[in-house]
């Protein structure tokens, strides 16, 4: 059984940082893709960026030049450094992984920037 944990979200000031990240377990064969996508209250869940087991990222629009996905695959883990924080960051952020043909979600993890 694969498991997302994540970890690191929280409550910052606009203009500081967060760093998640999400650590995969369970899984005889390691991870390909792995991703943040973020859900804000009343919204759809959106890709925030994703990064293959071979390093190649690609980042939201809205995001790209603060945050930077980054993993170790020794250990199936991914980060999400986040920078530069919002008010509009303010979502749930969950991360995924695709093992197979499988794609897996952790539970999510709440960040909240204030103005």
């Known amino acids: 059984q694969v498991q997302l944990v994540e970890a690191g979200g929280g409550l910052v000031q606009a203009g500081g940082s967060l760093r998640l990240s999400c650590a995969a377990s369970?899984?005889?064969?390691?991870?390909?893709?792995m991703g943040w996508y973020r859900q804000a209250p009343g919204k759809q869940r959106d890709m925030v960026a994703t990064i293959t087991s071979g390093g190649v990222t690609n980042y939201a629009g809205s995001v790209k030049g603060r945050f930077t996905i980054s993993r170790d695959n020794a250990k199936d883990t991914v980060y999400l450094q986040m920078n530069s924080l919002k008010p509009e960051d303010t979502a749930v952020y969950y991360c995924?992984?695709?093992?197979?043909?499988?794609?897996?979600w952790g539970q999510g993890t709440q960040v909240t920037v204030s103005a």
């Open positions: 995924n992984c695709l093992i197979g043909w499988t794609l897996y």
């Open positions: 369970g899984s005889s064969s390691r991870s390909n893709a």
